[in-house]
């Protein structure tokens, strides 16, 4: 079955950067894309960016553009994200989501990431 | 900016029928925004629900349709069970493939 298994919970400085893991099972990885979504208390869902497993292509959310960097390692079937320059206004649940032609179909369990001093 | 907008909260009976709409500050929902939705419980990660405006995915329970309505994209749930109390999200795609979800609307079945 179709797994995105995330790395676990982070707590951060300011300034500190973050890089989530994104270990993907029951599917040939390169066939997909992986997309970072994260949600902040009380905030919507909010996409930051995504890659596409076959060739590394990919796309930013202009928000993020600056301080994010997605990447994938096909050996691994995993993807990663590093989001830079932390503030407390980072502090949210990041999650990778499989995308296809069947839309966001398989989410991962979406790991905290705390910003405090 | 681009902004899309759920209604925030809605309230329906157990055996009801509701309608959730997704309408974007651009104009009308069409096709071409390949509406998604998503089903999210407290504590969960989302769960997919439909795909390009209509399609289910194989675990998606045949009470819940998606379909375009009167401009704005809709998720409408039929027959509503006490487990369809959570929180939906919808999610357009723009030009660059740019995604944007919705706010959400917290349904309670009440």
């Known amino acids: 079955q179709v797994q995105l298994v995330q790395s676990g919970a982070e707590v951060k400085k300011p300034g500190a950067s973050v890089k989530v893991s994104c270990k993907a099972s029951g599917y040939t990885f390169t066939n997909y894309a992986v997309h970072w979504v994260r949600r902040a208390p009380g905030q919507r869902l909010e996409w930051m960016g995504w890659i596409k497993a076959a060739n590394g292509d990919t796309k930013y959310s202009q928000k993020f553009q600056d301080r994010v960097t997605i990447t994938r390692d096909t050996s691994a079937n995993t993807a990663y994200m590093e989001l830079s320059s932390l503030t407390s206004e980072d502090t949210a649940v990041y999650y990778c989501?499989?995308?296809?032609?069947?839309?966001?179909?398989?989410w991962g369990q979406g790991p905290l990431v705390t910003v405090s001093s | 900016q681009t902004v899309v907008t759920q209604e925030p909260s809605l309230t329906v009976s157990p055996g009801g029928t509701v309608t959730l709409t997704c309408a974007s500050s651009t104009g009308a929902v069409t096709s071409g925004y390949y509406p998604n939705w998503f089903q999210q419980k407290p504590g969960q990660a989302p769960r997919a629900l439909i795909y390009?405006?209509?399609n289910k995915h194989s675990w998606t329970p045949a009470r819940f349709s998606g379909s375009l309505l009167g401009g704005k994209a809709a998720l409408t749930l039929s027959d509503v069970q006490p487990e369809d109390e959570a929180e939906y999200h919808c999610?357009?795609?723009?030009?660059?493939?740019?995604?944007?979800f919705g706010g959400g609307t917290k349904l309670t079945v009440l």
């Open positions: 999610l357009l795609y723009y030009g660059g493939a740019q995604p944007v």
């Open positions: 390009s405006t209509s």
């Open positions: 989501v499989r995308g296809g032609s069947s839309g966001y179909d398989y």
